[in-house]
């Protein structure tokens, strides 16, 4: 793929989030989730076959 000359036209994010996982992941890849997080980030890195990893979004130590 060459970004110069090609474009990805999405209906919205939410295809976008699926979308993103199948072209950046293989099966057997972990990715970062976001916990609490968007449903749909799941869907992507399943069908992609990745293992997702949870990331939890609090902070205890005041960082943010």
């Given amino acids: ?3 110069k000359k090609e474009v990805a036209i999405l209906f919205g994010s939410k295809t976008g989030h699926i979308q993103i ?3 950046l992941l293989n099966p ?3 990715a970062l989730v976001p916990d609490p997080g968007y449903p749909d980030y ?3 890195i399943a ?3 990745a293992q997702m990893v949870p990331m ?3 902070f205890p130590n005041g960082f943010f």
Wanted: charged share 15%; proline share 6%; glycine share 16%.
């Fill in 1 to 3: 793929m060459d970004p």
């Fill in 21 to 23: 996982s199948q072209i």
């Fill in 28 to 30: 057997g890849d972990m």
């Fill in 42 to 44: 799941w869907s992507g």
């Fill in 47 to 49: 069908i992609a076959g």
């Fill in 56 to 58: 939890a979004l609090d």
